[in-house]
């Protein structure tokens, strides 16, 4: 890791084959490691943090795109595209031309000023799903730095997980509720320049719901769960709350019957 002192995030891209760390002070400094090529990617030098670092939050690469990650702080959404570039090394006097690569960065900011988020999701349709500190859902498209739909709540949200079929929140007021997932019409799933266009739509209708009912310790507050993550199978949902509580649902995730999505 290209840094002084310490890394405060690490993420693997979908394929395995970059590792993305940020690192700590002084610099904040973004390297990326190709596992593929066992070697640093080169970027420029002074590629860091593009918020500060008190507010830095959470990066994550695009699921179907590894030269795109997405970095968020309290208030912005960044977005990090790679694109090929060349660099001249020298080395005992011979100059070299060697691949590298320099980052492209296009924010968002919300209209509401004072609106802060927490926590965002990547869907498969290249969108970001993100959780914010009052009752609201907003749908991001990065790679146009749009605002492309929010959702009221009954109360904050703290917990996030996508399926096929659901968007899957945990609230905090220890609800878990299933969103039914509309994706993008079929003709536009075929075609990458209309599905660049258009992404899926969260119906607000809740589909199912779960009470979690635990208290935090022996007070009237009600805990949340704040983690959530499918069993390989997808047959079991693991659940866990940031006072240390842990458990599973078998709640099996919904897969989308292509069969009636076409008789529809």
């Known amino acids: 890791m290209e840094t002084t002192v310490k890394c405060i995030s690490m993420v693997f891209s979908r394929d395995g084959k970059y590792l993305l760390m940020v690192g700590g002070v002084p610099d904040f400094k973004i390297s990326i490691y190709s596992l593929q090529d066992s070697k640093m990617l080169l970027i420029p030098d002074n590629t860091s943090l593009p918020c500060k670092a008190d507010e830095f939050l959470q990066c994550k690469f ?40 320099r980052i492209e960065k296009q924010t968002f900011k919300h209209d509401n000023p004072d609106l802060q988020f927490t926590r965002f ?30 959702m009221s709540l009954s109360s904050r949200p703290v917990g996030i997980i996508l399926t096929q079929k659901h968007l899957i929140l945990s609230l905090e007021e220890g609800l878990l509720q299933w969103f039914q997932v509309e994706p993008p019409p079929l003709n536009v799933l075929g075609d ?33 769960i704040t983690y959530l993550h499918y069993s390989r199978g997808f047959k079991t949902l693991i659940c866990g709350t940031e006072t240390g509580v842990f458990g599973t649902l078998d709640i099996e995730a919904e897969a989308i ?3 009636e999505e076409e008789d529809e």
């Open 121 to 150: 999701i990547w869907d498969q349709y290249q969108r970001v799903h993100v959780l914010t500190d009052t009752n609201l859902l907003i749908q991001v498209y990065p790679k146009k730095c749009s605002l492309e739909g929010q």
């Open 257 to 259: 019957n292509e069969e």
């Open 62 to 101: 695009n699921p179907a795109n590894n030269n795109q990650f997405v970095i968020l702080s309290q208030t912005t959404i960044y977005n990090m595209v790679l694109h090929p570039a060349y660099k001249v090394t020298e080395k005992v006097n011979e100059k070299k031309i060697a691949d590298s690569f």
């Open 192 to 224: 990458k320049d209309q599905q660049d266009q258009k992404g899926c739509t969260i119906l607000e209708e809740v589909d199912q719901e779960w009470y979690f009912g635990v208290k935090v310790g022996e007070s009237n507050v009600p805990d949340y």
